[in-house]
């Protein structure tokens, strides 16, 4: 158990379609970001929220875009969907106390666009 | 050029085998260093994290070279659960933080 949760597992999209994966974290973790990873590469960062706010970005177009709620929880948007959308998508949350520098990643919503 | 680029493998060793992972990376502003083991279908996980003096945990030593912007990884006395793929990563404090990971390197230990 983490202590980052992902939903969902597993998805199937059609181009052109939205999807929200969502992530939840235990209390303290009030970083949030969330990294993209193709088949046969390392994860890429996409963006990252700090209390509620966005406060760092990859090299990600405007179409994927996040939110952070008060309660630490937070989502991926993606619009217009395209075919190399497909990857794992993975949650990381940071939080304060001991492990202030460590980040525990979700185990991830596996997206598919057909 | 990728910021952090990473041995492509994959290494295919016997059980008990000494095995080296290498990787490089090009921003000389990068300021903390690790390996995150990757399982099959499964999230990265953190293996340790690397110093400038080197360090041991186990049968795993990391390395940091910040003059060569080296890391090195090496697993001594390979177990079967040792097959995993191993992420290189770095990390330069900015106003966030984001990790920069490498393509990874695959390690199948074999009976």
């Known amino acids: 158990e983490t202590g980052v949760t992902q939903s969902p597992t597993h998805l199937i999209k059609t181009r052109g379609q939205q999807v929200t994966l969502r992530c939840s974290s235990q209390?303290?973790?009030?970083?949030v970001s969330w990294y993209q990873q193709a088949l046969g590469q390392g994860p890429q960062f996409i963006f990252q929220?700090?209390?509620?706010?966005?406060?760092g970005r990859g090299n990600f177009p405007p179409r994927f875009s996040g939110l952070q709620f008060p309660n630490y929880s937070s989502e991926l948007n993606v619009n217009a969907l395209e075919l190399d959308d497909s990857a794992l998508y993975l949650c990381?949350?940071?939080?304060?106390?001991?492990?202030?520098?460590?980040?525990?990643f979700g185990a991830g919503s596996r997206l598919t666009v057909l | 050029r990728k910021e952090v680029e990473q041995d492509p493998g994959p290494f295919n060793v016997p059980e008990g085998a000494t095995v080296a992972f290498n990787c490089t990376y090009s921003?000389?502003?990068?300021?903390?260093f690790f390996w995150y083991r990757q399982d099959c279908r499964k999230e990265p996980k953190l293996l340790m994290s690397?110093?400038?003096s080197g360090n041991e945990d186990g049968r795993f030593t990391a390395q940091l070279n910040r003059a060569s912007q080296y890391i090195s990884l090496l697993i001594r006395d390979s177990k079967l659960s040792d097959s995993a793929t191993y992420l290189c990563?770095?990390?330069?404090?900015?106003?966030?933080?984001?990790?920069?990971f490498g393509s990874g390197t695959r390690l199948l230990v074999r009976p």
């Open positions: 990381a949350a940071k939080g304060g106390g001991s492990g202030a520098n460590v980040l525990t």
């Open positions: 990563v770095v990390n330069k404090r900015d106003s966030s933080y984001k990790l920069i």
């Open positions: 921003n000389s502003a990068s300021q903390s």
């Open positions: 209390s303290g973790h009030n970083t």
């Open positions: 690397v110093y400038s």
């Open positions: 929220y700090y209390r509620e706010e966005e406060n």
